[in-house]
């Protein structure tokens, strides 16, 4: 039957102010869709992803973990969920995230590079790497997996797959301030300047 035409339009204009940096508009219009719609999940989803970009991890667990119990079968629900433990320093329970968002769909690039920054934070470089590489294969020009696996490689002193790897993810995105200041990193390691 679908959502009723004032929901969807409600919730058309709550993700084009998540998009543009207004969280707080955005925020309002996902609480005013679910004071509607109680069971509306892609509400509870960016409400959560929302208040952990503003900082609040409690209730984004909480209202993510609510978007999933409405429906379990969204894989971006988990990654997002797993995204905010990770920060939060939960690392088994982001990386129980990511295998359920990869159990619903294996060929998420995002879910493999997130399940490989949780090994590499958790010392399991080999498994970090593997899950990079897999995001790699999924989504070539992926700034972040080239980044985070030029990372590893500097850990294992392969310090030009790093160098590589750094300038790779630059020029897919110049204004990457992390892979820029990797990329110093191993260059001023080398006694190189930039």
């Known amino acids: 039957m679908g959502e009723p035409r004032g929901i969807a ?3 058309s204009e709550a993700v084009r102010n998540h998009r543009a940096g207004r969280l707080a508009e955005a925020e309002r219009a996902y609480r005013a869709i679910l ?6 999940a892609e509400s509870f989803n960016l409400l959560g992803v929302a208040e952990a970009q503003t900082g609040r991890p409690a209730p984004a667990i909480r209202n993510i973990g609510r978007a999933i119990a409405l ?3 969204e894989p971006s629900f988990y990654n997002n969920l797993g995204e905010v433990f990770r920060l939060q320093g939960r ?9 359920a968002t990869l159990a619903l769909e294996p060929a998420y690039a995002e ?3 997130n ?6 934070a958790m010392g399991l470089l080999e498994e970090a790497i593997a899950h990079y590489r897999r995001a790699l294969d999924l989504k070539t020009h992926y700034p972040e997996a080239l980044n985070n696996i030029g990372a590893a490689h500097q850990e294992r002193n392969q310090g030009d797959l790093a160098l590589m ?6 020029a897919i995105r110049p204004d990457y301030a992390e892979a820029h200041g990797n990329l ?7 006694g190189q300047f930039v």
């Not at 399940?115 to 590499?120: E, P, W």
């Open 9 to 11: 339009a409600l919730f």
């Open 35 to 40: 004071a509607e719609d109680p069971r509306h």
């Open 71 to 73: 429906n379990g079968q």
């Open 91 to 99: 690392l088994p329970e982001a990386a129980r995230m990511f295998r």
């Open 111 to 113: 879910a493999h590079n």
């Open 115 to 120: 399940l490989g920054a949780v090994r590499h």
């Open 165 to 170: 790897r750094f300038r790779q993810a630059i």
């Open 184 to 190: 110093a990193a191993v260059l001023l390691g080398r």
